[in-house]
């Protein structure tokens, strides 16, 4: 684990200092020049290969933090890769096409994007995986958005809102019982105390998405029509292509083990588009996997939601990510990380700068690393103690763990969440992060609360 490292020993003004060098690099390189986001890291990597050289590191040291790090990202990979055929073999077995076709009724009512933000927390809530969710039914509405001219940006916002409200309040999901674990708290005892904070944010969110959705138009109303019926002609909509869907969500809700249940969701999905097509040719149908699903629509809109999916596309995220828990590796090696822990740890004599130090941490880790599980674990970990020494319940700590931690992660564009979910998404995490409100809700409520004594024992020493 990167944790375990054995790492240099530096003062935390020091560490404050690279920190503020590298996040200011990688973020100008991201945002303002607007270069990939590989550049932007393999940028920060150098500069903590050039600081670790004047430390009097030796390189093959650097390299083995580096290989360290990146090695905790393998499991990631793996399933990148499944969810990649996962994709690719829904688009062909009909399952994202019979979404897009139900999305697409759901426009011509009101509130698109509360729809959207009702729908994917519900799924979420269901098997637990913010992730599949995205891929899956968010790939169907932002489709639906794109083609009928409704933002898309805002609708991928709407989506990862959902799919991580259902993330971090499923019993399913393995940030959740990582929070709860780490902090020492009961699953369902987390779960309920995180009531407090997450239906705020959802109910807040839900009422902005209301706001702020699309009026219905006579050229949306035609638009439907247009793609309703060449999704048809394309013979893509059926109720049977939602089998696999539901092979999925039941492997999920027993806690069948990810590799496994992308697996049979694939299967699923390759023998239904055996049939609809009337059987394929072999080397097309492994290609498939690979390259993705290419439509044959006639309708560019249409073919710009379908043709997708496929391991291939999963390629650009994989390399984000492995190169941004390389550079995390480095962090520790050269001590950055240990440094700010250890400095936050000196300023934690009220609940309120002990709750704010914990969420802020969290953060910094998302942004520094790009690690969910590393924000959960570090904070949780590095806190716990002073959790229970302010007359803290462990179920405050798992809270605060998950307000921060889980749902900050997909608004980083080097993260492992966010690079995933723009990447089968469309959209660019700068582009739909200020859209994401529960997001951005969560991690503030949770600091108000700290600030305010709300929802804590009244024994808490504020």
Known sequence: MLQNQKELAIKPLEAAIITLLLMGLVGYLIIWMEVVPQIAII???ALLLGYGAVKRVSFRELEAAMAEGAKSGIAAAMIFFFIGMLISSWMASGTIPTFIYLAIDLVSGKFYYAIVFAVTSIIGLSIGSSLTTAATLGVAFVGASTALGISPVITA???VSGAFFGDKMSPLSDTT???SSVAGADLFEHIKNMAWTTIPAFILSFIVYMIISPKETHQSIKQMGIIKAELLELNLVHWYSLVPFFILAV????KVTAIATLSAGTLSALIISFIINGGVNGKEFLALLYSGYTSGSAIKEVDSMLSRGGIESMMFSISVILLALSMGGLLFKLGIIPALLSVVQRFLARVSMLISATAGMAITINFMIGEQYLSILLPGNSFKEHFQKAGLQPKHLSRVLEDAGTVVNP?????VCGVFIASVLGVPVTDYAVFAFFCLFSPL?????GLTGLTLPKQAKL
């Open 177 to 179: 019982n990582l929070a």
């Open 411 to 415: 608004l980083v564009p080097w993260s």
């Open 251 to 254: 492997l999920a809700m027993k």
């Open 43 to 45: 940028s920060g990597i």
């Open 157 to 159: 916002g709407a989506v």
């Open 445 to 449: 409520l949770t600091i108000f609360y």
